[in-house]
């Protein structure tokens, strides 16, 4: 038997190799500011979705570390969403205080912001429309010239994307590429209930999205959680430029606890559940509609993923925060319960899936350390971490390249 007959998701991309990945852009100061620079300062990113905004007025703050920024997103009365760094043309303070957190949400019936220290007012459009004591200003200050600082901002399927690039080299569309077609039909907004956890974790970005873009270690890590995954397989591998989609598939050798089948009986919300009835999927996503399909995963570069399954859908998202730091957000995403008995069936899973997440980034700090060390130069993968090797590649060209 050759190599590649043991790595038959590999063999259509010989131009990913077959070699061990390097160690050192997981632990390089220099490789992690030339990502900032030539990647996450240039490429549309995801910021929130559009139902988070959905009357004139309803307005968003993202922090956004790696940038030392955080972004205004607001929906003027027009509809169309608006975004802008959020930083006060008088002295530079922040218009919008970060009382959430990470993501600060707000309304205002006038689609107005005002910055709490002086008390100057901007529109939807970024335009300055007040400034107390204006008269006290010199005859060469102009409200026209002082608008908030824009930033490039569009939607695809109710995701909201921005790039902070003062002239974006693509469009979103152009950006995207096949992933629009791949989702094409999906409803991601007519599942809106969504569940939202945030880490600050001491791992390198990509630490964190190594973990989660491979099934080689659900039989070990999610034993005791998803007992039906431990019988997998992995398929249906789609490459969209630096985008990248992988298919998760089970036998269901491991049926669920006695808890777990009352629960899914009363509402499918979790991934673990076995389907009898299809649900309309895109036709790209499981193409073959295989009985044994359980969720697909798409890296939308260079750090969102998504992850569709029958009826319920989730992301996870790594932002930088230093070289080894980063903030993971994962959001899970289910129709509301309408009865108190699917309320109890959703809150089960969902925290099944938590303990699963929590699993999860258990091993990144510990990944992290254990690169720290400095003994190990490489990282073997093997056919399953396909998802990883085509990272490395996207990544590294762009860092080293123009």
């Known amino acids: ?16 190799g077959e070699a061990p990945i390097p160690v050192e852009p997981y632990l390089s100061q220099d490789y992690y500011d030339k990502e900032i620079e030539k990647i996450f300062r240039r490429d549309w990113l995801v910021v929130g979705r559009e139902e988070e905004i959905a009357k004139p007025g ?12 955080s972004v205004i997103l607001i929906r003027g009365k027009d509809g169309k969403i608006g975004a802008f760094h959020n930083v006060c043309r008088h002295r530079g303070n922040k218009v919008v205080t970060e009382t959430g957190g990470e993501e600060t949400l707000g309304s205002n019936k006038a689609a107005v912001v005002t910055c709490r220290f002086h008390g100057w007012v901007y529109n939807a459009k970024g335009e300055l429309v007040d400034v107390p004591q204006q008269q006290k200003f010199p005859a060469c200050f102009d409200r026209a010239e002082n608008g908030l600082i824009p930033i490039h901002v569009d939607s695809w399927a109710g995701f909201i994307f921005i790039n902070l690039a003062e002239t974006p080299s ?7 590429g096949g992933v629009v077609e791949h989702f094409d ?28 873009c491979e099934g080689y270690h659900v039989p070990t890590i999610h034993a005791g959680s998803f007992p ?62 295989h009985p044994n399909w359980g969720f697909e995963q798409t890296t939308v570069f260079p750090n969102f993923l998504i992850h569709v399954g029958a009826g319920l859908w989730f ?14 957000e994962g959001k899970y995403y289910l129709k509301a319960p309408k009865t108190n008995a699917q309320y109890w069936a959703q809150r089960y899973a969902v925290i099944l899936q938590r303990n699963a997440w929590l699993e999860d980034t258990a091993t990144m700090e510990d990944t992290q350390e254990a690169l720290l060390s400095g003994v190990l130069k490489q990282m073997n ?17 762009r860092v080293n390249g123009e």
């Open 228 to 289: 039906g995954l431990t019988d997998y397989w992995q398929g249906d591998v789609a490459f969209n430029g630096e985008h990248r989609s992988i298919a998760f598939y089970s036998n269901g050798m491991n049926p669920p606890t006695p808890v777990g089948t009352a629960a899914n009986a009363l509402f499918g919300a979790s991934i673990a559940l076995a389907r009898d009835e299809p649900f309309p999927l895109p036709k790209l996503v499981n193409p073959g509609r």
């Open 1 to 16: 038997m050759n190599a590649q007959s043991k790595m038959p998701l590999l063999a259509p991309y010989p131009e990913l």
């Open 58 to 69: 309803d307005y968003k703050v993202k922090r956004l570390d790696f940038a030392r920024t």
């Open 185 to 212: 039909g999906y409803p991601f907004d007519d599942i809106t209930h969504c569940h939202t956890y945030y880490a600050h974790i001491n791992c390198n970005w990509k630490t964190g999205m190594d973990a989660f």
């Open 381 to 397: 993968l093997q056919d399953d971490e396909i998802m990883l090797r085509h990272q490395f590649h996207i990544v590294n060209g």
């Open 315 to 328: 992301t996870h998202q790594f932002w930088p925060v230093a070289q080894g730091k980063c903030l993971w």
């Open 170 to 176: 693509r469009t979103l569309t152009e950006f995207l």
